[in-house]
């Protein structure tokens, strides 16, 4: 299923696009680009957290968000998949 990865990674990095230019900032984002580093802050990641809970229609359980799972986009699009596949598999 790689086109459903490639999405994921698409429609993430887009959302923290999306909030990084509401702040005037551009940054070149990969994979493993922090998400402080390239300038979000505490807030803006509750913003993301909510973002990614409205794109990909699910609600994150309170023991996943963690620091460790809002680091970058590769961690947050394991975050999506995973609950991605939870929730096909309820």
Do not use: W
């Amino acid at each position: 299923m790689p086109n459903f990865k490639a999405d994921i990674s698409d429609r993430v990095v887009a959302l923290v696009r999306d909030i990084l230019v509401q702040n005037g900032i551009s940054a070149d984002l990969e994979a493993d680009t922090k998400l402080v580093d390239a300038g979000l802050t505490s807030m803006d990641m509750v913003n993301l957290m909510l973002s990614i809970e409205a794109e990909f229609d699910f609600t994150i359980p309170q023991e996943l968000i963690t620091p460790d799972n809002f680091r970058s986009i590769a961690t947050l699009e394991r975050l999506v998949a995973g609950q991605l596949a939870a929730d096909q598999a309820a």
